[in-house]
């Protein structure tokens, strides 16, 4: 049996997802419990559980995944009124799923402090 993640699962395509951009590095997919009008998640290909895990050998696939991030947040149409970008990281931090993602969320007013 595979010890893939949900979301590595959804990023070779074993369970279905709703794709947004998918590249050798990176694949991101529509959160299925939406908390904006565009609340989209991005993740390394590579399973790093969670932020607190990556080492400096990650650096670059960590400045990648941000970088992709903004990139998918231009295509969405986010650029001109902003969003933001989310990790959570273990059980305070709020993260349920152990693959690391961010969250791009936007399309509404955010708020400060958050939730
Ligand atoms: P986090 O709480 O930061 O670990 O975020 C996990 C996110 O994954 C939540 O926003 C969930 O709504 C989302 N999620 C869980 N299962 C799925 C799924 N099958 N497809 C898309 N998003 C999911």
């Not at 709703?18 to 991101?28: C, I, K, T």
């Not at 989209?40 to 992709?68: Q, W």
């Not at 059980?91 to 400060?112: A, E, F, P, S």
């Amino acid at each position: 049996m595979s010890e893939d993640t949900l979301f590595a699962k959804m990023a070779s395509g074993e369970i279905p997802s709703d794709e947004v951009y998918s590249d050798e590095e990176y694949y991101a997919f529509r959160d299925i419990n939406p908390q904006a009008p565009t609340h989209v998640l991005i993740i390394p290909r590579k399973p790093i559980p969670k932020i607190s895990d990556a080492e400096d050998g990650d650096r670059a696939l960590l400045g990648g995944l941000v970088l992709k991030a903004t990139e998918i947040a231009r295509r969405e149409g986010l650029e001109d009124d902003g969003y933001r970008l989310v990790i959570n990281c273990g059980k305070q931090g709020g993260q349920t799923v152990y693959h690391l993602h961010l969250h791009i969320l936007g399309g509404r007013q955010m708020n400060w402090p958050p939730g």
